[in-house]
């Protein structure tokens, strides 16, 4: 099993940035495809991004492309997501992800085992 650890949300104002990141800890994360979700006020959990396990490929949601950038680094077990430009509608809690199997489906959080316990981030206008 592994252990999912977000940090780095906050308050930024609109045209900000931030970067989350994703710490495991127990089974290597390497092991794990991974993936960013984000849930805002009332709604429910969307994709945000995805990652293979090597790093090789991604995939991210059409709101966020050209903004965010997942990125993985093995060696340190941890997960990013570098957040610009972001908008008040990027306001949400942002939970990293981490699946078994193979990266296809890995737009649907029903595909992953493990989550962290999320991080607040609020852009203001």
């Known amino acids: 099993q592994v252990q999912l650890a977000e940090s780095g949300g906050g308050l930024v104002q609109a045209g900000g940035s931030l970067r989350l990141s994703c710490a495991a800890s127990?089974?290597?994360?390497?092991?794990?495809?991974m993936g960013w979700f984000r849930q805002p006020p009332g709604k429910g959990r969307d994709f945000v991004a995805a990652?293979?396990?090597?790093?090789?490929?991604?995939d991210y949601a059409d709101s966020v492309k050209g903004r965010f950038t997942i990125s993985r680094d093995n060696a340190k077990n941890t997960l990013y997501l570098q957040m610009n430009s972001l908008k008040p509608e990027d306001t949400a809690v942002y939970y990293c992800?981490?699946?078994?199997?193979?990266?296809?489906?890995?737009?649907?959080?029903?595909?992953?085992?493990?989550w962290g316990q999320g991080t607040q981030v609020t852009v203001s206008s």
């Open positions: 990652i293979t396990r090597s790093g090789g490929s991604t």
């Open positions: 992800a981490a699946r078994e199997g193979a990266f296809i489906n890995s737009l649907n959080p029903s595909m992953y085992g493990y």
């Open positions: 127990g089974r290597t994360s390497s092991t794990y495809v």
